[in-house]
């Protein structure tokens, strides 16, 4: 059992210019569909170097290449996921494929510690555990930051944005401080993780309360591998200890997925378990417990006054992300994660937005995992974000 929790936690927990080709499997994935495909390296502003992988039409191929360079649009994937996550539904669902088909010049981020994305200017990821002192604060005035100068600075237009589960926390909190604004089309936001006040899943809220998080950095784990035996053995524990039905995790964590693509189960079971900082999920557990949206909480006086100038970690207010920016959020009826009363408290602070600016579809019958691995996310997902995108980015 304990080797199947840590496959289904997966599914919780998506400028120097240098080009290698094909050197990943995102683009070894891209081109066995027809696509081209090229590797990016991005440093970021504390030293973390970054693939991202650009998808387009093959001129030569099945799938014809514009005459103009498309409008950029950048993929963000949630945690301890990757790039795969955009192009392991095929080519016909995968939400990669269809923005090139429909003529944008198509951008996958990695974000830092996964596979792509393990290299540093002085710190090395395997040995140096300073290497992982970050959370998905950092994701956001980093990673993201330098994914999103680099694709604006190199096609020379402003770029459009799509992110799953975390890629949607940390495109939030950046709006709500007035960030990137000015090099940003449009966020089409896919189940939208802000609030975590209602989640559902009992394994990852026992989690949370039991303080899971910290006793692993108590214990000096600090790259969270999902597939390690430690986090095995501690999520083993949990399920027996609370009499919990772990059998079938991916309900229990995800939610009710209705309709996942067999295919992309295959890819996603070989691939999807990547490495994020334990941090990261200490920060998610105090989301969970306090129902904020805030900065990491130090849990010591000295040192968030050190880090903040104040006891407490300042509270993001997403009430402040621009009215007239135009945003598309889409979110599942049977979403454990991005749970349907969590969305409301989001869209309610989003009330004063332009209502010409927000797009909000409600798929009920999905849950968290179908926006990116569904059988019928063609039709479901890709069609309204391209909708949305041609309404909004011209």
């Not at 963000?76 to 392991?88: K, L, Y």
């Not at 710190?123 to 005035?141: I, P, Q």
């Not at 975590?196 to 591998?225: D, K, W």
């Not at 849950?367 to 990116?372: C, G, K, L, Q, S």
């Amino acid at each position: 059992m304990a080797g199947r929790i840590s496959i289904v936690l997966a599914l919780f927990l998506s400028l120097t210019l240098r080009v290698a080709y094909c050197t990943t499997d995102v683009c070894l994935t891209v081109k066995s569909y027809g696509y081209a495909c090229h590797d990016y390296k991005v440093t970021t502003g504390d030293g973390y170097i970054l693939t991202l992988q650009r998808v387009h039409a093959h001129p030569h191929g099945s799938h014809h290449r514009p005459a103009k360079p498309g409008r950029p649009v950048l993929l963000q994937h949630g945690v301890t996921m990757d790039g795969m996550a955009w192009v392991m539904n095929g080519a016909e669902q995968s939400l990669a494929f269809a923005l090139a088909d429909g003529g944008f010049d198509v951008w996958i981020a990695n974000s830092r510690g996964t596979r792509f994305s393990r290299g540093h200017n002085h710190l090395t990821a395997d040995t140096d555990r300073s290497y992982w002192s970050w959370t998905w604060v950092e994701l956001a005035n980093f990673d993201l930051a330098a994914n999103v100068d680099f694709v604006y600075n190199h096609t020379g237009q402003k770029v459009s944005y799509v992110g799953h589960s975390l890629g949607t926390l940390t495109m939030l909190v950046s709006l709500s401080q007035h960030k990137l604004v000015d090099k940003l089309k449009a966020a089409a936001l896919l189940t939208p993780i802000a609030h975590l006040n209602h989640i559902t899943t009992a394994l990852l809220q026992l989690g949370a309360n039991v303080y899971g998080g910290e006793l692993l950095n108590l214990l000096g784990i600090s790259e969270f591998v999902p597939q390690s035996e430690t986090v095995d053995h501690f999520l083993e524990k949990i399920c027996v200890v609370h009499s919990l039905d772990c059998r079938d995790l991916l309900s229990a964590i995800t939610g009710d997925n209705c309709c996942l693509n067999s295919t992309a189960m295959d890819l996603f079971l070989k691939y999807a378990p990547q490495a994020t900082s334990t941090m990261t999920m200490v920060h998610f557990a105090q989301m969970v417990r306090t129902g904020n949206v805030a900065m990491y909480d130090f849990e010591n006086i000295f040192a968030n006054l050190k880090h903040y100038g104040r006891l407490r970690p300042p509270v993001y207010d997403l009430a402040a992300i621009p009215a007239d920016f135009p945003l598309f959020l889409s979110y599942g009826g049977r979403d454990a994660l991005s749970d349907v009363e969590d969305v409301g408290l989001l869209l309610d602070e989003l009330r004063d937005h332009q209502e010409d600016k927000l797009t909000v579809q409600l798929i009920e019958e999905y849950a968290h995992m179908d926006f990116i691995m569904a059988y019928n996310a063609g039709t479901k997902v890709n069609a309204p974000v391209l909708e949305f995108f041609n309404n909004n980015c011209q």
